[in-house]
């Protein structure tokens, strides 16, 4: 949903503008073609995404995670903001990588992390999580329902032999593997360890209420979900700015102000985009505007 998401951010030509999620530079190459004397200040936790930055001297890159939005905003001496985007998931690039471990495709070791500096990989979630912890990552973050019974499969397993590669893994939950939904069981299991090994959730959250604290009025936050966990945290700091979507009010009664909601349903991919990219097909792009 490049085109969308880019003139959902009503891009003006001297604007200061923010990709939290800048993985192989797409989004941030058109915010660039737009900016005339403008400014991009891009995110990525990933080492990798570094070799794919542009050079612009309109771009800043860093190499940090998005969560750490106000802190490097301040570092930069920027006051304020016109407009964020934020592609959640991760990146084609990343998952066509073999040896990153992120696709059920390749034989590969468990790694997942999308930081390579991080300490947390698949293979420590998989060797050293108890059956409590695992049955949690596997309802939470991938919704699946037999998550104890997985989990228990996962501890026989690795007691005769420890979890080293994604096929160790699909190994040994291929029993418990749907004939007719057999890549999405997969695709379901890969996601709930990524999201464990990268604390996604809790980096959504974090850089969701930081957003419109750096946003100037009538600045947009623009975001792409795909999957339910982080389209629901993305609608509800739209709509309350809090995780549970509740709106606070103030002594009288009043909602405060915050954020406009803009898309009351989210945007969803055309038959087209899915043709040409299947991994959009679960896209959601939602977008608000500050007050």
């Known amino acids: 949903m490049l085109k969308e998401s880019i003139d959902a951010l009503q ?11 800048y993985g192989g530079g797409g989004h ?65 690039w990343q998952i066509d990588a073999a040896e990153r471990g992120f696709s059920t495709r390749f034989d590969a070791e468990l790694d997942m992390r999308m930081d390579s500096r991080a300490t947390l990989s698949a293979k420590d979630v998989l060797n050293t999580y108890d059956e409590a912890q695992l049955s949690h990552i596997f309802k939470e973050y991938g919704d699946i329902m037999n998550g104890r019974q997985i989990a228990r499969v996962i501890i026989a397993a690795r007691t005769i032999q420890p979890f080293k590669t994604t096929f160790d893994l699909k190994k040994a939950l291929e029993s418990l593997a749907p004939k007719a939904d057999h890549n999405k069981f997969f695709a379901k299991i890969f996601q709930a360890i990524r999201i464990e090994v990268n604390k996604e959730l809790e980096e959504i959250k974090a850089f969701l209420t930081q957003a419109e604290t750096v946003l100037n009025p009538k600045g947009r936050l623009v975001c792409i979900s795909y999957h339910s966990l982080e389209d629901r945290l993305v609608k509800n700091y739209m709509k309350a700015g809090n995780e549970s979507g509740e709106v606070e009010k103030d002594f009288f009664g009043n909602p405060k102000a915050g954020l406009k909601v803009i898309t009351k349903k989210p945007m969803l991919p055309t038959d087209e985009e899915i043709k040409i990219n299947s991994r959009a097909r679960s896209a959601k792009l939602r977008i608000a505007e500050k007050a």
């Open 11 to 21: 891009i003006k030509p001297d604007g200061i503008y923010v990709d939290v999620t």
């Open 28 to 92: 941030s190459k058109k915010i660039l073609e737009k900016l005339t004397t403008g400014k991009l200040i891009a995110f990525d936790r990933d080492p990798d995404a570094a070799k794919n930055e542009v050079g612009d001297e309109r771009l800043i890159f860093v190499n940090d995670n998005f969560s750490q939005l106000e802190k490097y905003i301040k570092l930069y001496r920027i006051m304020s903001v016109d407009g964020i985007l934020a592609d959640f998931g991760i990146s084609s």
